[in-house]
């Protein structure tokens, strides 16, 4: 198996100066906040981040691929990076905090491209969550002081806690009723939303979240996470990894009854 300290301790280093970028920037007056053609927000903390992951990868890994949210595709090759430099910009541009910046390695296989390391910062809260292929997953302030992480064991819908982030996508897509279904099935359900609700399936608060529509960047460092913690992260339609433009996450007990209602 592959060694990913190396590319592990990098991930934190990017976190590191991306969170300075951000948090420099955090209910700042006079952000500066624009509209992108699929209507959603990016703000200058956006750009700037993603800027800076960038340059830095370009140095300290100048053959990997990179693809950001913000700035696309650029390279080619087995490694590539993933970048999502704030996830949550609704929340970061209202002052909410609950953002994050998401940051992978994913890695071309026999079984096609894999998250190998991941790194969920979330500065406004004071967390972070790491994770990298066969080394676990953990939470902490640094990879020295972490607390080593694990899914529930919690094996019925009845006394599960769901975690989503809204109503409206599952409706566009025409499967509100199987999800309200779903939430009448479970013990408990909150819209924690985005990189949340995953990290805390990791942890083992929360045992099944999913959402319908996502981006590889959405899903790539929140994958690795999940998986090294124990749990399942795989499309709606089962198929395994951040592959399907939506996502169901669990800890693996319950996963095939998730997917049984949304898939």
Not at 1 to 25: F, K
Not at 72 to 98: A, L, Q
Not at 109 to 136: H, I, K, Q
Request: with cysteine.
């Amino acid at each position: 198996m592959a060694d990913y300290h190396d590319d592990l301790r990098l991930a934190h280093v990017l976190a590191d100066s991306a969170d300075a970028t951000t948090m420099e920037r955090f209910k700042a007056l006079d952000l500066k906040v624009e509209t992108k053609p699929d209507m959603t927000p990016v703000s200058e903390a956006d750009k700037a981040a993603e800027e800076l992951i960038r340059s830095q990868l370009q140095r300290a890994r100048p053959r990997d691929a990179v693809l950001g949210e913000e700035f696309g595709s650029e390279g080619s090759g087995p490694r590539r990076w993933i970048v999502d430099p704030i996830d949550g910009t609704k929340n970061y541009v209202r002052g909410v905090p609950v953002w994050a910046t998401l940051i992978a390695l994913m890695e071309r296989g026999e079984g096609g491209d894999r998250p190998v390391v991941g790194v969920v910062s979330a500065p406004a809260l004071g967390r972070r969550w790491w994770a990298a292929e066969g080394l676990g997953a953990y939470t902490g302030r640094s990879l020295s002081s972490a607390t080593r992480l694990r899914v529930s064991q919690v094996g019925k819908l009845a006394d599960a806690s769901f975690a989503y982030s809204s109503l409206s996508g599952w409706e566009e897509r025409g499967r509100l009723n199987a999800f309200l279904d779903l939430t009448r099935a479970c013990w408990r359900t909150r819209a924690y939303g985005d990189f949340w609700s995953y990290m805390m399936v990791a942890e083992g608060a929360v045992d099944i979240c999913a959402e319908p529509e996502l981006s590889l960047w959405d899903m790539a460092a929140c994958a690795i996470v999940v998986q090294e913690a124990g749990g399942s992260f795989t499309g709606l339609d089962g198929r395994p990894g951040p592959h399907s433009g939506n996502a169901a996450a669990s800890n693996g007990l319950l996963h095939e009854e998730l997917l049984s209602y949304l898939g």
